[in-house]
C-alpha cells in the first residue's frame, strides 16, 4: 500500500505496565472546603499535525495488526489491518476531493454506528473537512437547522428515507452541493470517482492541518434552545484521547490473552461515541460497531464480538442488571438474584474502602459467597455483556453507587466519568485503583475543575472547546473567558478531590415555600427502577414536589407477564393499585436521598411515554423539561388539586 508522505503526529507513550496515579492538587475556601482540584498532563501535549495522521502512523508502525472488525452477512467479524484501513481512507479521500470539496468545507454524516462512519469521518479530515454530526432519529427541522447552521456543503445520510428528508428541505440549503447515501453505494463511488486524484493531493491537504484546525462542529442536545455547534479541534481530540490512555491504561491495553477491543453502539453523533472511536484507533484497539441498540440484536452483537471493555450510558447497565433480575424471577429465583446482588455490593464497597486505606477488603466469608454466586448470577450479567468484558466506561448522567458497587463486585469494573460536548466529552474520570463509588472521580489528566460560589462547575484544560459556531463569519465565536469554561452543572469536592454531580442550575426548583430542590438525584434514583422509564420531578412555585413517572416497555411487559395481566390496557393499567404500590415503594427509597421538604410527595403514571418522536426527549435523551410540563399541564395541575 502506497500512504502519502506527511509528518506524522507523534504517537502517544507506551505507558507503564500498570497505571499511573497522581494525587490532584487541591485548593481550599476559606471555610476549609475544597474548591477546586487539577492533575497535571500524563500525555504530551501534540503540537503538529492533526487526527487524519492516525490511519497513516498505524499502518507505517503496524501495518498488519487489526484496528477494526467489520460485521459479515454471515454474522461474523472480519478484521480490518491498520494498511487495510489507511487505503480505504485515502481512497475516500481522494474522491471527495474529486467530487470538488475544498478544505474547510463541511461535511455532514447522518448515520448509525456503522464501520462507514468511522472511514468518512477519517477519509474526510485527510482531505481536510470538517465533519458535522447529526443524530439519524433527528427531525427534519433540527436536521435542516445543523446543515444550515453549519453551512454544509456535502450531507451523507444512511437511508432513503432520510435522503428523501433532506432533499425536501434542500430548497433552504443553497449551500449543500452534495446528498449522497450510504445504502446505495456511496463508498464505493467515491473510490471510483477518485482513482485519478494524486495521493500529493492528499498528503497536500493533510499538510495544511495542525492540532488549533477545526476537526468537527457537534451541535448540543437543544434541551431548551435551538442547538449550537461546538467547534472541536484536532489538538482538543489529542488533548482528550492521549491523557485517557495514558489513565485507563488496563482498558486501552491487552491484559490478558485476548487484544483490547470494544463494540461501540451509542451513537457517533455524540461526542462520548465519538471521542472512544478516536480514542481506540489511537491506542490501536480494535473496534466494532453496532447500528442496533435492540435488546435481541445487541446482544447477538455482544456475544460475536466479545469485547474487552464497552463504552455505556447507565440505562444500558441499568437494563442488563433488570434484564437479569427479570430472568431470574421467571426461573422462580428472584431471592437467590436479590442475594448475590447485595453480596456483589457488599463485595465493590468492601474493595472500594481497601483501596483508599478505610479497610481489609473482602473477608473470607464475603470472598466465598462471591465465589458460590459467580456461577449462578454474575457470569449471567458478564455473558450479557460478551463474556469478556472487564471494564466499563460510563457517562451522560450519573450511575448511582449501588449499581456501581453491584458491577465491581459482579467484575466489571466500572470508570464513571463526567463532561459536555464543550468538553470533548469526559472532563473528570474514575481513577483505575482509586474508584469512589457514586462520583464522577477526579480530573483527566491536564484538567482542573473549579466549583464557583454558587455551586457551578466550572472546567479548564486542553479538551476545552474553542467556542461556538458563528455560521455568518463560518468560524468559532472565542469564549469570552478563556481560562473556564462554566458548565451550567451543579456540584461539589469532597475531600479527596473527588467530583459529584448534584443536577443542573437551570434545572433548580423553587417551591412556594422557599425550598430549593435539585430534581435530578430524584429522577436517576427513579430512572434505575425496571418499572420505570422516564421521570420528571415537578414543585417550581407550588407548596410540595410531584412527579410525572411513564412506564418502561420491557419492564412493564415482565411486570404483565409476572401477574397475568397482558390484556389489561394500560389506560387502566396506569391506576393499578398493585402497580402504583412497586412505583410508591420505589419513590419512597428515592426520597430517601433529600430532606422532607424535598421528598416527593405523589406523583402521576402517564400512559405514553417521554420519546424524541413526542417531543419531549433530545436525540442523546435528555429531558426537554419544558416541552413535558406544557403537554402534561393538566396531569400536573390534578396532582396540586385537593
Known amino acids: 500500500m502506497s500512504t502519502p508522505?506527511?509528518?506524522?503526529?507523534?504517537?502517544?507513550?507506551?505507558?507503564?505496565?500498570?497505571?499511573?496515579?497522581?494525587?490532584?492538587?487541591?485548593?481550599?475556601?476559606?471555610?476549609?472546603?475544597?474548591?477546586?482540584?487539577?492533575?497535571?498532563?500524563?500525555?504530551?501535549t501534540v503540537r503538529r499535525g492533526s487526527l487524519a495522521e492516525i490511519p497513516f502512523d498505524n499502518a507505517r508502525e503496524a501495518p498488519a495488526e487489526a484496528v477494526l472488525s467489520r460485521k459479515a452477512a454471515d454474522g461474523g467479524w472480519q478484521d480490518v489491518s491498520a494498511a487495510d484501513f489507511a487505503a480505504e481512507v485515502l481512497a475516500v479521500a481522494k474522491g471527495l476531493v474529486a467530487e470538488g470539496l475544498q478544505a474547510g468545507d463541511r461535511i455532514a454524516i447522518m448515520a448509525r454506528t456503522t464501520y462507514e462512519w468511522t472511514l468518512l469521518d477519517f477519509a474526510s479530515w485527510a482531505a481536510g473537512l470538517v465533519t458535522v454530526p447529526v443524530y439519524p432519529t433527528s427531525s427534519a427541522f433540527q436536521t435542516r437547522w445543523i446543515l444550515q447552521d453549519s453551512g454544509a456543503a456535502a450531507c451523507a445520510v444512511e437511508s432513503g428515507e432520510q435522503g428523501r428528508m433532506v432533499s425536501h428541505e434542500r430548497q433552504q440549503l443553497g449551500g449543500l452541493t452534495h446528498l449522497w447515501q450510504f445504502d446505495t453505494g456511496l463508498i464505493g463511488r467515491l473510490k471510483k470517482a477518485g482513482r485519478n486524484i494524486p495521493d500529493a493531493v492528499i498528503a497536500a491537504r493533510r499538510a495544511t492541518l495542525e492540532p488549533h484546525t477545526p476537526a468537527t462542529l457537534v451541535y448540543t442536545s437543544g434541551t431548551t434552545a435551538r442547538p449550537k455547534g461546538c467547534v472541536l479541534t484536532h489538538g482538543n481530540f489529542f488533548a482528550e484521547v492521549d491523557n485517557a490512555i495514558e489513565l485507563l491504561h488496563p482498558v486501552f491495553t491487552s491484559v490478558s490473552a485476548h487484544p483490547a477491543s470494544?463494540?461501540?453502539?451509542?451513537?457517533?453523533?455524540?461526542?462520548?461515541?465519538?471521542?472512544?472511536?478516536?480514542?481506540?484507533?489511537?491506542?490501536?484497539?480494535?473496534?466494532?460497531?453496532?447500528?442496533?441498540?435492540?435488546?435481541?440484536?445487541?446482544?447477538?452483537?455482544?456475544?460475536?464480538?466479545?469485547?474487552?471493555?464497552?463504552?455505556?450510558?447507565p440505562y444500558v447497565l441499568e437494563k442488563v442488571y433488570n434484564t437479569g433480575r427479570a430472568t431470574a424471577e421467571k426461573m422462580g429465583r428472584a431471592s437467590s438474584f436479590d442475594r448475590a446482588a447485595r453480596v456483589a455490593q457488599r463485595y465493590g464497597e468492601a474493595v472500594e474502602a481497601a483501596e483508599h486505606g478505610r479497610g481489609p477488603g473482602p473477608g473470607l466469608g464475603l470472598r466465598a459467597a462471591r465465589a458460590l454466586y459467580d456461577p449462578l448470577v454474575y457470569r449471567r450479567i458478564r455473558a450479557?455483556?460478551?463474556?469478556?468484558?472487564?471494564?466499563?466506561?460510563?457517562?451522560?448522567?450519573?450511575?448511582?453507587?449501588?449499581?456501581?458497587?453491584?458491577?465491581?463486585?459482579?467484575?466489571?469494573?466500572?470508570?464513571?466519568?463526567?463532561?459536555?460536548?464543550?468538553?470533548?466529552?469526559?472532563?473528570?474520570?474514575?481513577?483505575?485503583?482509586?474508584?469512589?463509588?457514586?462520583?464522577?472521580?477526579?480530573?483527566?489528566?491536564?484538567?482542573?475543575?473549579?466549583?464557583?460560589?454558587?455551586?457551578?462547575?466550572?472546567?479548564?484544560?486542553?479538551?476545552?472547546?474553542?467556542?461556538?459556531?458563528?455560521?455568518?463569519?463560518?468560524?468559532?465565536?472565542?469564549?469570552?473567558?478563556?481560562?473556564?469554561?462554566?458548565?451550567?452543572?451543579?456540584g461539589a469536592l469532597d475531600e479527596d478531590g473527588y467530583l459529584t454531580i448534584t443536577g443542573r442550575k437551570k434545572d433548580i426548583i423553587i417551591t412556594s415555600g422557599g425550598k430549593n430542590v435539585t430534581p435530578a438525584p430524584l429522577e436517576d434514583w427513579l430512572r434505575a427502577h425496571p418499572l420505570v422509564g422516564q421521570?420528571?420531578?415537578?414543585?417550581?412555585?407550588?407548596?410540595?414536589?410531584?412527579?410525572?413517572?411513564?412506564?418502561?416497555?420491557?419492564?412493564?411487559?415482565?411486570?404483565?407477564?409476572?401477574?397475568?395481566k397482558e390484556g389489561v390496557p394500560l389506560s387502566e393499567l396506569v391506576r393499578d393499585e398493585e402497580l402504583r404500590a412497586v412505583l410508591q415503594r420505589a419513590v419512597d427509597e428515592a426520597n430517601r436521598l433529600v430532606s422532607r421538604a424535598e421528598s416527593i410527595r405523589t406523583f402521576a403514571v402517564l400512559p405514553k411515554d417521554f420519546t424524541e418522536e413526542s417531543g419531549h426527549l433530545t436525540p442523546s435523551l435528555k429531558l426537554k423539561r419544558d416541552a413535558v410540563a406544557r403537554d402534561f399541564a393538566a396531569e400536573i395541575e390534578e396532582l396540586y388539586r385537593g
Request: a positive charge; aromatic letters at 8%; hydrophobic letters at 45%.
Open 5 to 44: 508522505a506527511s509528518a506524522a503526529v507523534p504517537s502517544p507513550p507506551a505507558g507503564p505496565t500498570v497505571p499511573i496515579l497522581v494525587e490532584p492538587a487541591r485548593t481550599r475556601a476559606a471555610d476549609g472546603t475544597v474548591r477546586e482540584v487539577s492533575v497535571p498532563l500524563f500525555a504530551p
Open 262 to 313: 470494544t463494540l461501540l453502539f451509542l451513537p457517533l453523533s455524540h461526542v462520548f461515541g465519538r471521542m472512544v472511536a478516536i480514542g481506540c484507533m489511537r491506542a490501536r484497539v480494535r473496534l466494532g460497531h453496532a447500528p442496533s441498540i435492540r435488546t435481541e440484536d445487541l446482544l447477538a452483537d455482544l456475544a460475536g464480538f466479545k469485547p474487552s471493555f464497552l463504552l455505556a450510558i
Open 535 to 564: 421521570c420528571l420531578v415537578v414543585g417550581d412555585n407550588r407548596p410540595y414536589v410531584t412527579a410525572l413517572i411513564t412506564l418502561e416497555p420491557d419492564g412493564l411487559a415482565h411486570w404483565r407477564r409476572m401477574r397475568k
Open 384 to 490: 450479557a455483556l460478551g463474556g469478556r468484558v472487564r471494564y466499563a466506561i460510563c457517562g451522560g448522567s450519573p450511575l448511582g453507587r449501588r449499581l456501581a458497587a453491584f458491577y465491581a463486585g459482579a467484575g466489571v469494573q466500572i470508570f464513571e466519568g463526567y463532561g459536555l460536548t464543550e468538553t470533548t466529552a469526559a472532563a473528570t474520570v474514575t481513577p483505575p485503583l482509586k474508584p469512589r463509588l457514586g462520583t464522577v472521580g477526579w480530573p483527566l489528566p491536564g484538567t482542573a475543575v473549579r466549583i464557583a460560589d454558587d455551586g457551578e462547575v466550572l472546567l479548564r484544560g486542553g479538551q476545552v472547546f474553542q467556542g461556538y459556531w458563528d455560521a455568518e463569519r463560518s468560524e468559532a465565536v472565542p469564549r469570552l473567558d478563556d481560562d473556564w469554561f462554566a458548565t451550567g452543572d451543579l
